[in-house]
């Protein structure tokens, strides 16, 4: 029982005894807007990316009304507003509140919970963890403690599967059977913890990991300084008390979406499986989704950690006509897309720090589908990267860098230099 709560060769990146970032935590919610070029900025925490068709009809509503009205996906599956109105704080957060988006205004940065997209809904067979993702959010909105958390710290709650295991969150429960794994930042080996246990056993570690962050400034668990972080596992064994030692579990080191199209469910049902090119909904794309969700569905969406988003709960037979549908629509709804793979972050004119259109550049070079994703960014920050192994294309003063990615290690660059063509080429060649 738990303790009562109080590529081309690639190179290892260097490495200090930690990686504290400097300044305050910045990260952006509801409550605290983010100002870009193009507006006021908010990112509504979706846990899990489970949203039901009404509450996703109020984040249109809030978007049209009060920002640019597309709604765009992050890599933790949450939806950002942009373009908003000055001064529409207190309005925004009233009808986030009253859309029942908003159950903690203490917590709203901090109910960061990736969850498997497929999870219960396809024919796997793999635990549902639906009742980790309720439980810890509930859990995570009643510690007073939890507040201390920075907007980036991210759970993970993985059905078995593997996917968002490896999406290097900070603390991950993976379903094992009838039990469950507690893996506590990037480290291979985890505790073996009645499933029942499992949500509780997440905030454990979480507030120990504020206890040992709390001299260092540390944001996430890969930011503590060398001692502490090794000092962590032991501290939240003591806490949890799982069942037995550590054992040895390899996280994924690469991170799997589901594939676009039908996905085959119990009881003659399937789901729908779409990608969002660049991440960015329009209204209408956004209507078609829900529209399908509340009249064929189960009247629920869930947004994926990788910009998509999955229609659970569709009779078998209607699947092959409402794939059609989305498709024709704009989303990626099977493999052949060239979108399929491709990443970009807002990019100028959205952001300031940004040197390029990264976006109008993703879409000029869109060629064959490659072997790896490939990934955008418009300055150094890379906001929002994918994890595992992918194309790092960034635009630097001199052009753009390509470098490829795997886990910890990069490649040698390659830079070009102000030539659209020589640039699709070169990024065409890196994800081969």
Partial sequence: MLAAMSDSALSPRSTGASAVPSGGDACPGTLRLHRADDGALARVRVPGGVLTADRAEALLTVAGRLGDGDLHLTSRGNVQLRGLAPGCGAELARSLGDAGLLPSEAHERVRNIVASPLSGIDDSGLPDIRSWLTGLDALLCGSERATGLSGRFLFALDDGRGDVDALGADVTLIADGAGALLRVGGDDAVFRLPASDGPRAALLAAEVFLGLAR?????????????????????????????????????????????????AGPHGRAALSTGVPLGRLGPAQWRLLTGISRDRGSGELRLTPWRGVVVPGLPSRDAPQALRTLAGAGLITGPDSPWTGVGACIGHPGCAKSLADVRAEAGAALGPLGRLPVYWSGCERRCGHPHGEWIDVVATADGHRISHVRGDRRGAPVTVRDDPAALAAAVAEARA
């Fill in 215 to 263: 001299e260092t400034g540390a944001w996430r668990v890969k930011d503590l300084p060398d001692g502490a972080r090794a000092a962590l596992p032991d501290e939240v064994a003591r806490r949890v008390r799982p069942q037995g030692p550590a054992v040895h579990r390899e996280r994924p080191r690469a991170a799997r979406p589901p594939a676009p199209g039908a996905v």
